[in-house]
């Protein structure tokens, strides 16, 4: 059940929208995404490169400018080890390229995530002590690995750890103590003593502000915006905030998505039928993305990057083929396990506030995946459990209510291995932890019925004959959406539908026609849970709705209608 809630944040609409030239109902959803003052205001609306920070506000950002200076000077080799998702291929992307035009010796290893799991490991290192390598250059991963970074630095290696993810931390009388590796250089905004004013960039965005200093300090400062469309492609689909620097990456890096002489994204929009639509945040996350991350999953990340970086028009077409057959194998496999997952909890853990889902036989690679549809079924933070090579591996995916990282920290004893952020998270553990780790975490939850229930924010409680084409044209300027500048969300009640219609593949969606008391009409299309508003037609009953307004433009014809995303009929509410 969703709770519906009404921003009540103040400001001068009037006042804003005036002198931005905005109607009042924009400003109002640009302060509810806690933009204040005029500087904010101004960069949510007009940022762009120029207005990016000075790279070296980043902590531990002089150091390894210097190290990969020095390193190029004097022709050691580097080996950059990344992550097999979609924020390490675009990593390891723009450190790989970059790299290579200032003339090093560089190349690449990504682990494999069957026999290698996440981040830098012993094997790895020792692999690239075996090939001669004298420099190790993480990107996405890397802040976890005390041990690993301890054992490259006792062969010889010279590390740099650029990374994102969250600092693990021992917590003794209150007190928190972060814990660090012994790198040379550790590039990650999230230090509590780093300064940097964008402290939520992805791994790709703090590889891209690396090049942005290499470059400036040699001579070639702006080559790197060949790359913001790597930064803003690993920014949507790693699923972190699009505010403030963020935001730019992806505004940016669409516009150069548009025009990208990479085969390989040229060959994945073809593929995936993209190549007439205006591509958007929504095409990132959902169709060019997974496609990406299918490589790591269920082959290795390996394939993605060498469609990336291929020089051969037909390869990389060939090449982006085989990342969409992945990506519909995933998909399969994925709908099986999310079956087995809900009747698991069904059955089992109805009362429980954490979900901890043991799937023995799950493929490892989409643990993920439906940890994330169950979280979105029950609204409650899951984790799902897979049996690995050696011992248990899991992935997590949790509610705003509850920190899954910081929880994961509390109960590190019984974990062997893990990292992650407040959302999501992933761990190692033995087997016969499992049960106790649930345990745990339903025991030390401090969970509520609130904080177990969803909630959706409606920015303006808006008429729908208050919408006109010119809103709509404005909405524009909100975009890309995305986690932290999520679509805005209007409501109205009091609705009658006046016609109803099934639509698409065995009429999952439905067309309909709705009209207010005032005579005024309006069609809508709605794409999830179609039944009720089918009853609500049948019954003559009224519904109240939630919506996004949009123009239906059709052989040169257009008309405004709305896209329902929530409803309730009015008798229950």
């Known amino acids: 059940m969703q709770e519906w809630r009404i921003y009540s944040k103040k400001a001068d609409f009037s006042a804003i929208g005036k002198k931005y030239g905005i109607d009042q109902v924009i400003a109002r959803v640009i302060r509810n995404r806690d933009i204040e003052g005029d500087a904010a205001m101004d960069s949510y609306l007009n940022g762009n490169v120029d207005s990016m920070y000075d790279p070296m506000l980043m902590k531990d950002m002089g150091k390894a400018v ?124 999230k230090q509590s003593d780093c300064s940097y004013p964008c402290s939520f960039l992805c791994g790709a965005g703090v590889a891209y502000k690396l090049m942005q200093e290499l470059f400036k300090r040699t001579g070639n400062e702006g080559k790197e915006r060949e790359f913001l469309v790597f930064a803003g492609i690993a920014t949507v689909g790693d699923v972190v905030d699009l505010k403030d620097e963020n935001r730019i990456f992806v505004k940016e890096g669409l516009k150069q ?71 519909e194998e995933r998909k399969s496999l994925t709908a099986a396990e999310v079956i087995l997952a809900e009747k698991i909890v069904d059955e089992n853990y109805t009362d429980d506030t954490v979900l901890v889902i043991y799937l023995p036989d799950c493929h490892e690679s989409i643990a993920g995946i439906v940890a994330g549809r169950i979280r979105e ?17 899991g992935s997590a995916r949790s509610i705003e209510s509850y920190n899954i990282f910081e929880k ?50 409606i920015d303006v409680p808006m008429p729908l004959e208050y919408i006109n084409e010119d809103i709509i044209n404005e909405l524009s300027l909100l975009e890309p959406y995305g986690k932290g500048n999520e679509k805005p969300v209007f409501a109205d009640k009091n609705l009658i539908i006046v016609s109803f219609m099934r639509i698409g593949r065995d009429g999952k969606f439905a067309k309909m026609e709705i009209k207010k008391n005032n005579g005024m009409s ?52």
């Open 66 to 189: 210097d190290i990969l200076l020095d390193t190029i000077k004097n022709k050691r080799k580097i080996r950059i080890i990344g992550d097999y998702d979609i924020d390490g291929i675009c990593s390891i992307y723009i450190l790989f390229k970059g790299l290579l035009f200032l003339g090093a010796d560089v190349d690449y290893e990504v682990p494999d995530r069957i026999k290698d799991g996440y981040g830098i490991n012993e094997n790895l290192i020792k692999q690239a002590y075996d090939d001669g390598r004298e420099v190790i250059l993480t990107c996405d991963n890397g802040i976890a690995a005390t041990e690993q970074v301890r054992y490259a630095r006792s062969l010889g290696f010279t590390v740099i750890v650029t990374d994102h993810h969250d600092i693990r931390y021992e917590e003794i009388d209150g007190k928190k103590t972060y814990i660090l590796p012994e790198a040379d250089a550790i590039v990650n905004p």
């Open 257 to 327: 998505f548009k025009e990208t002489d990479n085969y390989g994204l040229r060959a994945l929009t073809v593929i995936n039928g993209l190549d007439d639509k205006e591509i958007c945040a929504y095409h990132i996350g959902f169709i060019i993305g997974p496609c990406l991350n299918a490589s790591g999953r269920l082959d290795t990340a390996k394939r993605a990057l060498k469609m990336l970086l291929s020089k051969d028009k037909y390869e990389a077409e060939r090449l982006a083929g085989d990342l969409v057959s992945l990506n």
């Open 377 to 393: 079924k029950y609204y409650k933070p899951v984790i799902v459990l897979t049996k690995g090579e050696d011992g248990v591996k």
């Open 408 to 457: 994961l920290c509390e109960c590190s004893h019984l974990l062997t291995k893990f990292g992650g952020h407040p959302l999501a998270a992933g761990m190692s553990l033995k087997e016969d932890n499992i049960e106790e780790l649930r345990k745990y975490l339903n025991e030390h939850s401090n969970l509520t019925k609130d904080d177990l229930t969803e909630k959706v924010w």
């Open 522 to 573: 309006i069609f809508a299309m709605c794409f999830n849970n179609c039944d009720g508003l089918n009853e609500a037609f049948i019954n003559n009953k009224r519904i109240s709705c939630t919506y996004y307004p949009e123009i239906n433009e059709f052989r040169g014809n257009k008309k405004l209608q709305i896209c329902i995303t929530g409803y309730r009929i009015e008798e229950d509410i």
